[in-house]
């Protein structure tokens, strides 16, 4: 889950008794990944978030990855500009995300409003209250998107030290965006987001989907050795985790290495997780096509969920999501 962490053995009175430092192993951004409790968005993504316009062909769309907390870290956010309704906002690309997000200050500032007055809950590192409000138009590189949702939620925790790392939350993009394009490539090379201008004709041979929705979350099918793993591909997240499940699977993996208590800060407020790291941890696309993850952490707290962060991702030349065909694909 993405959040901000801090190395302790216990939690202070104050916060700012932490040690000010990210964890290599932990995401700054796990909060991203936010589920409804109140029920499921209640447009449907066709008629929520349309793409209505482009200047020019395929749709292409210019990110960069962004600096976020101390430098020790090496944490990044995939960041874009979009134009909303006439303002040029920086938003952080999260594909964990169910929902696209902004913070109460700059829907004020930029005159979107809630719907009305209904709220639900949503959960990040712990639970928070959103309301849904809808933006006439969205303009990403030369791509024209029309009724954007966005829930308006509070990211902020109270505490001055874990909200100077949170800023980039106050503007979220998260699966709706790739729903609305139906396939898109990320090439990290280029730093562009690309989508084709119209869905490519399905080829008689195709490889089998390795991807689904379960519980609103998107998964990605990986194997290690003799496990399945079902993964977030997760580009709000800065590093990769597994959880619970993989822990209780090898726990005698576990019993001589050294963990690490870590504290979260997000969406929700604080919690706090014990790790344990692994390094050069293969992960198997196909029979013929495996990525090496240098380092990732493993937790048996609940509050982890398993999932591929941007550690992952960057290291690539490009990634394709296809939500028409169920399928994520790597270079």
Same mark, same amino acid.
């Given at each position: 889950?993405?959040?901000?962490?801090?190395?302790?053995?216990?939690?202070?009175?104050?916060?700012?008794?932490?040690?000010?430092?990210?964890?290599? %192993?932990?995401?700054?951004?796990?909060?991203?990944?936010?589920?409804?409790?109140?029920?499921?968005?209640?447009?449907?993504?066709?008629?929520?978030?349309?793409?209505? %316009?482009?200047?020019?062909?395929?749709?292409?769309? $210019?990110?960069?990855?962004?600096?976020?907390?101390?430098?020790?870290?090496?944490?990044?956010?995939?960041?874009? $500009?979009?134009?909303? +309704?006439?303002?040029?906002?920086?938003?952080?690309?999260?594909?964990?995300?169910?929902?696209?997000?902004?913070?109460?200050?700059?829907?004020?500032? /930029?005159?979107?409003?809630?719907?009305?007055?209904?709220?639900?809950?949503?959960?990040?590192?712990?639970?928070?209250?959103?309301?849904?409000?809808?933006?006439?138009?969205?303009? /990403?590189?030369?791509?024209?998107?029309?009724?954007?949702?966005?829930?308006?939620?509070?990211?902020?925790?109270? *505490?001055?030290?874990?909200?100077? $790392?949170?800023?980039?939350?106050?503007?979220?993009?998260?699966?709706?965006?790739?729903?609305?394009?139906?396939?898109?490539?990320?090439?990290?090379?280029?730093?562009?987001?690309?989508?084709?201008?119209?869905?490519?004709?399905?080829?008689?041979?195709?490889?089998?989907?390795?991807? #689904?929705?379960?519980?609103?979350?998107?998964?990605?099918?990986?194997?290690?050795?003799?496990?399945?793993?079902?993964?977030?591909?997760?580009?709000?997240?800065?590093?990769?985790?597994?959880?619970?499940?993989? $822990?209780?699977?090898?726990?005698?993996?576990?019993?001589?290495?050294? #963990? *690490?208590?870590?504290?979260?800060?997000?969406?929700?407020?604080?919690?706090?997780?014990?790790?344990?790291? /692994?390094?050069?941890?293969?992960?198997?696309?196909?029979?013929?096509?495996?990525?090496?993850?240098?380092?990732?952490?493993?937790?048996?707290?609940?509050?982890?969920? +398993?999932?591929?962060?941007?550690?992952?991702?960057?290291?690539?030349?490009?990634?394709?999501?296809?939500?028409?065909?169920?399928?994520?694909?790597?270079?």
């Amino acid at each position: 889950m993405p959040s901000l962490c801090f190395a302790d053995s216990g939690l202070p009175r104050s916060m700012t008794n932490f040690r000010r430092s990210f964890r290599n %192993g932990v995401s700054a951004f796990a909060v991203l990944t936010l589920l409804l409790w109140g029920g499921l968005l209640p447009l449907s993504a066709q008629d929520a978030f349309e793409r209505v %316009g482009r200047t020019y062909g395929d749709v292409d769309i $210019y990110f960069w990855l962004d600096s976020v907390g101390p430098p020790s870290t090496r944490s990044v956010a995939m960041r874009v $500009y979009g134009q909303l +309704p006439r303002r040029l906002i920086p938003f952080t690309i999260d594909t964990g995300a169910s929902i696209n997000v902004l913070s109460p200050r700059l829907a004020q500032q /930029l005159g979107i409003h809630p719907e009305s007055d209904d709220s639900t809950e949503v959960e990040g590192v712990g639970r928070a209250t959103a309301r849904l409000a809808v933006a006439d138009t969205l303009r /990403l590189g030369n791509a024209v998107f029309l009724n954007v949702p966005f829930y308006i939620i509070d990211v902020l925790t109270g *505490d001055s030290i874990v909200d100077s $790392y949170l800023t980039h939350l106050e503007a979220i993009l998260g699966r709706p965006l790739i729903e609305a394009l139906g396939t898109a490539t990320f090439d990290f090379e280029r730093h562009h987001l690309t989508a084709p201008e119209r869905p490519k004709k399905r080829q008689k041979r195709t490889r089998r989907s390795n991807l #689904s929705i379960d519980d609103n979350n998107l998964l990605l099918t990986l194997t290690h050795q003799d496990d399945t793993l079902r993964l977030l591909p997760d580009f709000g997240a800065t590093h990769t985790t597994l959880g619970q499940d993989y $822990y209780d699977r090898h726990r005698e993996q576990f019993d001589s290495l050294r #963990s *690490d208590t870590v504290w979260f800060g997000g969406i929700g407020g604080l919690t706090q997780a014990v790790e344990y790291r /692994l390094t050069d941890f293969p992960l198997w696309f196909s029979k013929r096509q495996s990525v090496l993850v240098p380092s990732l952490t493993v937790s048996p707290s609940p509050t982890y969920e +398993p999932r591929l962060g941007l550690d992952f991702f960057s290291r690539l030349r490009s990634v394709t999501i296809d939500l028409r065909r169920w399928r994520l694909t790597v270079k």
